[in-house]
């Protein structure tokens, strides 16, 4: 039992911990090449562009996603991809952002308190953000198909 707990727990860390990316950029020069490596860790924010009308529906009812997200698997929560809102909450729709946060402010906790309690998730979430996020700051989140769970946050 000692021995399954260990490898779980360690399967887990490794799950869950930053990837590291490299990226070359080559540079010819008339009689060399000079090679120019950078480290960069992966702070797992989403890289397409938000889709407005999705983010508005998640923050809106924050409590559809907290079962799923409370029940997730560690698979999923290798899946974990976290998202800053600000772009639409300072844009063209951010009045229909802030309606959206002021309709699902009731059923946030709910949320949050899902995050928080389903620790695969919850470590997720901080090795995928920089600087680390908590359930706290999170105000919608979405459950894809194929696991993924995206979860949505604001600063201000």
Known sequence: ?????????????????PAVAFAQ????????VSVKTTTKTSTGDVAAPLNSATV????????????QIKNASVA????????????IAMGA???SFNEAREKGKADLPK?????????????????????ALT????????????????LYYHRM
């Not at 508005?56 to 079962?67: G, L, R, T, V």
């Not at 999923?76 to 772009?87: F, L, T």
């Not at 999170?138 to 993924?148: K, N, Q, R, S, Y």
């Open 76 to 87: 999923s929560a290798m899946k974990v991809q976290v998202a800053d809102v600000s772009p």
């Open 25 to 32: 950029d080559t540079t010819k020069t008339k009689d060399s």
């Open 111 to 131: 949320l949050q308190s899902a995050i928080a309690s389903n620790l695969a998730v919850s470590a997720a979430l901080k090795a995928a953000s920089t600087p």
């Open 56 to 67: 508005i529906a998640a923050i809106s009812a924050p409590a559809a996603a907290a079962d």
């Open 93 to 95: 729709d951010a009045k």
């Open 1 to 17: 039992m000692k021995l399954t707990t260990l490898s779980t727990l360690a399967a887990l860390t490794l799950a869950v911990a």
């Open 135 to 150: 359930a706290a700051d999170i105000l919608g989140a979405t459950v894809g198909t194929d696991g993924t769970i995206t």
